[in-house]
C-alpha cells in the first residue's frame, strides 16, 4: 500500500514538472478568476441582501403607519337650543357671544345623539352610545357655533371625530354590525346604521401634523415634538459644527506634536465610544442642577447632543483636513501667505465637503438619540408647540417611544408614522448636505 502511495505521488509529482511554465500559469490564473468570481457573488449577494432587509423594514413600517393618515368622522345632527346650551338670560351686559364661550355643549352632543337614536334606552346604553364619538366632539361643536353664531337656536349638521376604539374597527374592516375590537354589539349596531344613512366618512388626517400630542389617540399628533426637534437639532447644529470644526483645524494646523495633543486625541476618540447615556447624566448634573438651566428645554437637549457629536464632527474634519494635499499649503505658504490665511482660504475650502459629511453624520446620530434626552426630562407630557429653545418640549425619538409603550391600538400606526416622518427628516438632512457636498466640490 505504502509503495502505491509512493508511486502515485511519484506520477503527480512528474505530471507536475511535465507541465509547461504556460500551463502551470494558466491553471493558476483559472483559480484566481474562480476566487474573484466566488468573491464578487458574495459581495453582490451581501448589498442586496442587505437592500432587501432595508425594503422590509420600510415596507413593514409603511404599511403599518398608513392607517394613522385617515381618520373617521361622523355628521351629527346637532339642534343648538338655549335650552340645551344653558344659555337664558342674555342682554346687553350679558351678550350671547360671551355665554357661547361658556355653553354646556356636552348636553347638546348627548340630547343631539339621543334624538338622532330613540330607540337607545336606559343609562348603559345612552353611555356605550356616547362612547362611540370622540371626547373632543363637544369641542368641535363649540367652535363650531362660535365661527357661525346664526346657528344659534337652529339646526345645523356637523362633523365630529369617532372614538379611536371606533377608528380602529373601521380600519380593520370588521363586518358591520358584529362586535369586535373593544367593540360591543349593540355598539356595531349603531355604527351600522350611522354607515347605512351615509354619515360616517373617512378623511385625511391632518391634525396629525397640526396637533401636539394628547392621551386620546384620534386627537395625538407630531406638531409639538416636530418643532422640539428641529429646535433641538438648530442648537445641536449652531454649537457643535464651529467647535468642531476649529477645534480640528487647531489640532490639525496650528497644535504642536507633544503630549499634550497626543492626550488630548486620545481622549476625543475616546469620547466618541462613550455611551449616549453618560452625556446626559452629564447635562443633568451640570447644565440643569449647577448652571440652572430649564428642564426639558431644546436648550439644553442641545448642549447635550452638541457634547455627544462633538468628538464625531472633529474626528471627521481631521480626516478631511489632512487628505488636503500638502502641495496647496506649500504653494501658498511660498507666495508668501500666513498660516492663517492658508488654512482658511485654502485649506478649508478644500476640506469643507469632507467636513460637512461629518457634520451630517454627527447630526444624523443626534437626530436617533433618545437616552440622554431621557435624562434631562424631556420624556415629559407635553401639549403645548415649543415657540423658542427655553420653552418645555420634546423630540420625535422620545414621542415614538412614548406611543409605543402606550396600549390603546391606535398609538401603534401613530408611532410608525411618527417614525417615517423622522426618516423623511433625516433623509432632508442628507440630501441638503449632498447638494452643499456638491457646490463646495465644484468650487
Known amino acids: 500500500m505504502t509503495k502505491l502511495n ?68 361622523v355628521k351629527l345632527d346637532v339642534n343648538y337650543q338655549a335650552s ?33 337614536f330613540p330607540d337607545v334606552s336606559g343609562r348603559k346604553d345612552k353611555r356605550k352610545l356616547s362612547k362611540l364619538l370622540s371626547s373632543n ?3 368641535t361643536l363649540k ?13 345645523a349638521q356637523v362633523w365630529v371625530r369617532l372614538d379611536d376604539d371606533v377608528d380602529s374597527y373601521l380600519k380593520e374592516e370588521f363586518p358591520l354590525g358584529e362586535a369586535g375590537l ?23 388626517n391632518f391634525s396629525f401634523f397640526t396637533a401636539s400630542d394628547s392621551r386620546e389617540p384620534e386627537l395625538a399628533g407630531i406638531k409639538g415634538a416636530l418643532m422640539g426637534t428641529l429646535l433641538t437639532l438648530f442648537v445641536t447644529l449652531l454649537l457643535s459644527f464651529p467647535l468642531g470644526v476649529a477645534g480640528a483645524l487647531y489640532l490639525e494646523e496650528f497644535a ?28 443633568l448634573a451640570v447644565i440643569i442642577n449647577l448652571f440652572g438651566l430649564p428642564r426639558s428645554a431644546p436648550l439644553v437637549g442641545g448642549i447635550v447632543l452638541t457634547l455627544m457629536t462633538l468628538p464625531t464632527i472633529i474626528i471627521a474634519s481631521r480626516a478631511a483636513i489632512k487628505a488636503v494635499p500638502p502641495s496647496i499649503r506649500e504653494a501658498a505658504l511660498g507666495l508668501g501667505a500666513s498660516k492663517m490665511q492658508v488654512t482658511f482660504s485654502h485649506v478649508l475650502p478644500q476640506a469643507m465637503p469632507g467636513i460637512i459629511t461629518g457634520a451630517i453624520i454627527g447630526v444624523a446620530q443626534a437626530l436617533g438619540e433618545t437616552a440622554p434626552l431621557l435624562m434631562i426630562g424631556m420624556v415629559a407630557f407635553i401639549v ?12 420625535l425619538p422620545v414621542q415614538i417611544f412614548l406611543w409605543a409603550d402606550s396600549p390603546e391600538r391606535a398609538f401603534l ?3 410608525s408614522a411618527a417614525i417615517l416622518v423622522l426618516l423623511t427628516l433625516l433623509l432632508i438632512i442628507n440630501l441638503s448636505a449632498t447638494m452643499l457636498r456638491s457646490k463646495f466640490e465644484k468650487k
Open 137 to 139: 366632539a363637544e369641542f
Open 6 to 73: 509512493k508511486n502515485l505521488n511519484g506520477d503527480s509529482n512528474n505530471t507536475m514538472n511535465t507541465l509547461s511554465s504556460t500551463e502551470k500559469v494558466s491553471l493558476s490564473l483559472k483559480k484566481r478568476h474562480r476566487k474573484e468570481k466566488r468573491f464578487k457573488f458574495i459581495g453582490l449577494f451581501s448589498v442586496l441582501f442587505g437592500f432587501l432587509l432595508v425594503v422590509i423594514l420600510i415596507g413593514d413600517i409603511t404599511s403599518k403607519a398608513l392607517p394613522a393618515f385617515n381618520q373617521h368622522w
Open 413 to 415: 400606526a401613530k408611532t
Open 84 to 116: 340645551w346650551l344653558n344659555i337664558s338670560d342674555y342682554s346687553s351686559q350679558n351678550p350671547i357671544n360671551k355665554q357661547m364661550k361658556k355653553a354646556n355643549y356636552r348636553n347638546v352632543l348627548k340630547k343631539s345623539l339621543y334624538q338622532m
Open 256 to 283: 504642536p506634536r507633544n503630549r499634550l495633543t497626543d492626550f488630548i486625541e486620545i481622549n476625543i476618540n475616546n469620547l466618541a465610544a462613550v455611551p449616549s447615556i453618560v452625556f446626559g447624566l452629564l447635562g
Open 384 to 395: 403645548d408647540v415649543p415657540s423658542s429653545i427655553v420653552d418645555s418640549a420634546t423630540v
Open 182 to 204: 373593544r367593540i360591543t354589539q349593540k355598539q356595531a349596531q349603531w355604527l351600522a346604521q350611522l354607515i347605512s344613512s351615509d354619515r360616517v366618512e373617512s378623511r385625511f
Open 143 to 155: 367652535d363650531n357655533l362660535i365661527a357661525s353664531p346664526k346657528l344659534f337656536e337652529k339646526k
